[in-house]
């Protein structure tokens, strides 16, 4: 394919679908295993309940329920998908990967499928991957599936991490447009800060031992207060990048749909864009707390169903996550 074939080919999100398990977890609940209140967890986080996945219910489950609605959403069948990728950080098992395992629940077995650890910018830098592809003609749709059961990594003894996290799945198949699309995207990356959100042992470094279970290092562990301050940094950063090159503008942004890590992040990130929260920030963080990779995949999902996002719209992704990594798109649906 020559150059100029890709760089004119315009790719977008054709299909959308979200999974919510069931069971809703609320501050009140939390209030009973934890040293917390319904009131702090509000004030501090937006936060007002979580779902929680069941014990037999895996990541790939709900990533596959999120998956079939998304290939329907976009009027297409499993066997058209060409490429799965699957954002977790709360894979099934280390290996085989949790797209493996997707491929084989949606019976297209022989596409390739692949998992990325990008943490809560997964859905972000899987479109960024998925578009490359697309534009080069390698393949025509690809399913971009964002999945966690963070759940199954939370410190349920730790008040300052288990009152934030929930479990979910969204997915999107992308494919070529005649208008719109994908018009800018901007991804960064800090290793040397990788330490401020961690799940310190059940890899090569410190393999799962007695001593590693019984320190409790198989859960995550975060220093909230310095993130903080980065993830409002960098996701003002995100949006800048993948805006400014387009010549937009806060004004020219008909919706912001960031990762949703905390209301208090959010709202400082949308004063430093100069657009108004209330207006053109989409939220759900109260419904569902931080699902990590999760969290962006359904509420563009939710925003699309709530008609929110309508055609013709400029609508800006922007996420935050361990790693560090960040990243911004600027879709016109
Ligand atoms: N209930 C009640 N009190 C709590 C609490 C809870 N669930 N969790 C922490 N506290 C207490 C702390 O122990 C501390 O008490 P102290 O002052 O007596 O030591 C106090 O509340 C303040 O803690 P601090 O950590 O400074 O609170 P905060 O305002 O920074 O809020 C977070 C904590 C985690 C909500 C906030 O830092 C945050 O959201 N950080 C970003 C996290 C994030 O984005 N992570 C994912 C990136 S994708």
Redesign the pocket.
């Known amino acids: 394919m020559f150059k100029e074939e890709i760089l004119e080919k315009k790719v977008g999100i054709i299909g959308l679908g979200k999974y919510l398990p069931e069971k809703r977890l609320t501050n009140k609940d939390i209030e009973k295993i934890?040293?917390?209140?319904d009131e702090?967890?509000t004030e501090?986080?937006g936060i007002k309940e979580r779902r929680i996945a069941r014990e037999d219910e895996t990541t790939s489950d709900l990533a596959v329920n999120a998956a079939k609605r998304a290939i329907e959403n976009a009027k297409l069948k499993p066997e058209d998908i060409g490429l799965i990728i699957v954002a977790t950080i709360t894979p099934d098992m280390f290996f085989p990967s949790t797209a493996c395992i997707v491929q084989s629940k949606l019976n297209v077995n022989h596409i390739p499928a692949f998992d990325i650890s990008v943490?809560?910018s997964g859905f972000i830098y899987g479109i960024a991957i998925a578009e490359q592809f697309i534009k080069s003609g390698a393949y025509k749709h690809i399913l971009v599936i964002a999945a966690e059961k963070m759940s199954s990594v939370t410190d349920w003894t730790d008040?300052?991490t288990c009152?934030?996290m929930g479990d979910g799945a969204g997915a999107a198949v992308l494919g070529e447009v005649e208008e719109g699309g994908i018009l800018s995207i901007y991804l960064g990356a800090d290793g040397s800060k990788g330490n401020l959100?961690e799940m310190p042992a059940g890899g090569s470094r410190l393999p799962a031992s007695a001593s590693t279970v019984e320190k409790r290092l198989h859960f995550l562990r975060?220093e909230?207060?310095i993130?903080?301050k980065h993830?409002v940094k960098v996701m003002a950063e995100a949006a800048l990048k993948a805006t400014e090159p387009l010549g937009l503008k806060g004004d020219d942004i008909n919706l912001v749909i960031p990762?949703q890590?905390?209301i208090r992040?959010l709202n400082a990130v949308a004063k430093r864009m100069g657009i108004d929260p209330e207006e053109k920030l989409y939220l759900n963080i109260d419904k569902y707390g931080?699902m990590?990779s999760a969290s962006s995949a359904v509420a563009l999902t939710e925003a699309v169903e709530q008609h929110r996002v309508k055609k013709g719209d400029t609508i800006l992704l922007d996420a935050?996550?361990?790693g560090l990594t960040w990243g911004a798109i600027v879709i016109k649906w």
């Open positions: 934890v040293d917390t209140t702090w967890i501090r986080t943490a809560c008040r300052s009152v934030l959100l975060m909230g207060n993130l903080f993830a990762h890590a905390n992040i931080n990590s935050f996550g361990a």
